[in-house]
């Protein structure tokens, strides 16, 4: 089955610095790479995803690149802001017709701080 | 328009105990899922429906049952808890048409 390896497990960064959170994944049929974001108490939430025939994707300040090649992805965060800290997931899928099964990574703790 | 909604919030057993986590949605999704939390572990799932009266196991399925005898419920069920089933519970759904699963707020569940 698939694989997700998570990189690093915890982060901190100074407000207004980038952050960088990288997986890397085993099966070469996955096709959809989603980044789930979790405050505390709360259950995850989409931030952004890419499929397998785009590179890059950005959304204002958050983007996602994807290596097919190399088999792994990674998630940018510019201008971190306080808010931004949290827990930062990965995932893949291989479609296979029946229901949309997500492999996460085991997270990210990301803490920006003032 | 509530999203995914999980029933109860927390919840401590006795090993042997059973019990059912109730899962709810209103967003006419045909897609439900079971994950557990563990620290260091990420989500993993636990079973899954594509359908109203399907289930099918996921990752971790050994201790737990599912059933999804409507649409927008998707219960878990404890038959006999172990203190390996201390973990936090989050139900998802989401749509045929889409990739976006939507999470709900969780259920701790501890087991002594």
């Known amino acids: 089955g698939e694989n997700v390896e998570q990189h690093p497990s915890t982060l901190s960064v100074q407000e207004g610095d980038s952050a960088v959170i990288k997986c890397t994944y085993s099966?070469?049929?996955?096709?959809?790479f989603p980044w789930y974001k979790q405050e505390l108490g709360k259950g995850p939430q989409l931030i952004i995803d890419i499929r397998s025939n785009v590179g890059e994707k950005k959304d204002q300040r958050i983007a996602v690149t994807l290596n097919k090649t190399a088999k792994h992805f990674s998630l940018h965060i510019t201008e971190t802001q306080p808010e931004d800290s949290a827990v930062y997931f990965c995932a893949a899928r291989k479609f296979t017709g029946g229901g949309n099964k997500l492999t996460f990574g085991t997270g990210t703790q990301l803490k920006v701080e003032l | 328009n509530a999203g995914v909604t999980q029933t109860p919030k927390f919840r401590v057993l006795k090993t042997g105990q059973s019990m059912t986590l109730l899962c709810a949605q209103d967003m006419n999704h045909e897609y439900m899922y079971w994950y557990r939390q563990d620290p260091g572990m990420g989500l993993r799932l636990i079973h899954y429906s594509v359908g109203e009266g399907t289930t099918a196991k996921g990752e971790v399925p050994d201790g737990y049952n599912v059933s999804r005898l409507k649409k927008q419920n998707f219960l878990l069920g404890l038959e006999s808890a172990a203190p390996s089933q201390t973990s936090v519970y989050f139900c998802?759904?989401?749509?045929?048409?889409?990739?976006?699963?939507?999470f709900g707020p969780g259920t701790r569940l501890t087991v002594l």
């Open positions: 099966d070469s049929a996955s096709n959809y």
């Open positions: 998802a759904s989401s749509s045929s048409g889409t990739d976006t699963q939507y």
